[in-house]
């Protein structure tokens, strides 16, 4: 039989243990959401880049009407 003492380190250690394992899965999430966001602004800076190829080209066009 455990001796209250020993089941109080027991429960210590356990708690220490998920202490380790929430801090683990909050730094896992932080770049989660780090990798997402940059991934989202890679992708629109690529359509905002897409669209001032595409605007200098109209301009090209409308420039020869002139």
């Given at each position: 039989m455990l001796k209250d003492k020993?089941?109080?380190?027991?429960?210590?250690?356990?708690l220490q243990g998920i202490e380790y394992y929430v801090v683990l899965l909050r730094f896992l999430l932080y770049l989660k959401i780090k990798?997402?966001?940059?991934?989202?602004t890679a992708?629109?800076?690529g359509l905002s880049e897409k669209n001032k190829d595409k605007r200098s080209a109209f301009?090209?066009?409308?420039?020869?009407?002139e």
């Open positions: 020993d089941k109080r380190s027991s429960f210590n250690g356990i990798t997402s966001e940059a991934h989202s992708f629109y800076k301009n090209g066009i409308l420039q020869g009407f």
